[in-house]
């Protein structure tokens, strides 16, 4: 008889610190911001991230946004200074630079290859191009396909090299303890569209989803195959906006049992290193759930 699956639930949150919604100023639908900070493995230095996102895509598309910061919580009064302008790239060497500032954002340059080469193949001719080559053909190829800039978005939400490059989001380096507030504003007029308070070393951990419960199928859509659901409590609810999706990861009942993981699940951490450690654990899905 074959072991039994031990399967686990994590809210796939890359990007994620509390929201504010943009009040109407004129711009249409509604228009959300959102921010996190990460901490550089490699040199120890903070980072903000910045993400912006509307009801309707194409009221971002080719739209530049500049990026204002000061220093202290946000009503310290404080002045405002200007950081740096969001704005769609179709440059490979300036999305270059982008792909490195994604990494001490954390992002995964290897599921970000695949992320874009399932787009890549029916957009363009089937060449050796680079990951910075093959993004910047994407990028201009949006421009007059509504149904790929949305996967561009899409794509964006869970890897920041991509957000940036479409213009819809931002990365600084910030001071490692302490509160930083940014402005997103309108390039064209000068609007604020967004509004955010961020403390260094301090990041927001989304809340757990609920337990695992397996359907049953009675039918032959049941054979070799498992029909799952889960509970969403209140304060995740609270916060959907923060999230993107869920990763669902299985393990042999042996394995499970051996680390007791039966009784504790693992960490965040703990499950997603032992996907690259070991052979019992497997990540199922490859796109957020």
């Not at 919580?73 to 490979?92: C, E, H, M, Y």
Request: glycine letters at 8%; charged letters at 20%; a negative charge.
């Amino acid at each position: 008889m074959k072991n039994r699956i031990w399967m686990g639930l994590l809210a796939a949150t890359a990007l994620a610190l509390p929201l504010a919604q943009a009040q109407d100023q004129g711009i249409g639908d509604m228009m959300f911001t959102a921010g996190t900070v990460a901490t550089d493995t490699a040199d120890g230095q903070e980072w903000a991230w910045l993400q912006w996102m509307a009801t309707d895509g194409s009221m971002l598309q080719d739209r530049p946004m500049d990026i204002y910061r000061a220093n202290g919580w946000i009503g310290s009064g404080n002045t405002f200074v200007l950081k740096g302008r969001a704005q769609q790239i179709t440059d490979p060497r300036s999305l270059l630079l982008l792909l490195e500032r994604g990494e001490p954002l954390g992002e995964n340059r290897t599921n970000l290859t695949a992320s874009v080469d399932s787009l890549y193949d029916g957009a363009a001719p089937v060449v050796a191009l680079s990951l910075e080559e093959k993004l910047a053909a994407l990028i201009s190829g949006s421009q007059d396909d509504p149904e790929l800039y949305q996967n561009l978005v899409f794509i964006g939400r869970a890897h920041p090299s991509v957000a940036m490059a479409i213009g819809q989001g931002f990365a600084c380096r910030i001071p490692s303890t302490g509160f930083s507030t940014f402005e997103i504003r309108d390039h064209t007029t000068s609007e604020v569209i967004g509004r955010l308070e961020l403390e260094g070393g301090s990041p927001l951990v989304l809340p757990a989803p609920g337990p695992l419960a397996r359907v049953s199928e009675a039918s032959p859509k049941g054979n070799l195959n498992i029909r799952l659901r889960w509970d969403v409590p209140d304060d995740l609810k609270r916060l959907s906006l923060l999230q993107f999706g869920y990763n669902l990861y299985r393990m042999t009942q042996a394995f499970a049992e051996e680390k007791g993981y039966d009784g504790s699940p693992p960490s965040n951490t703990v499950i997603t290193n032992l996907v690259v450690t070991s052979q019992d654990v497997v990540k199922v899905n490859r796109a957020p759930i």
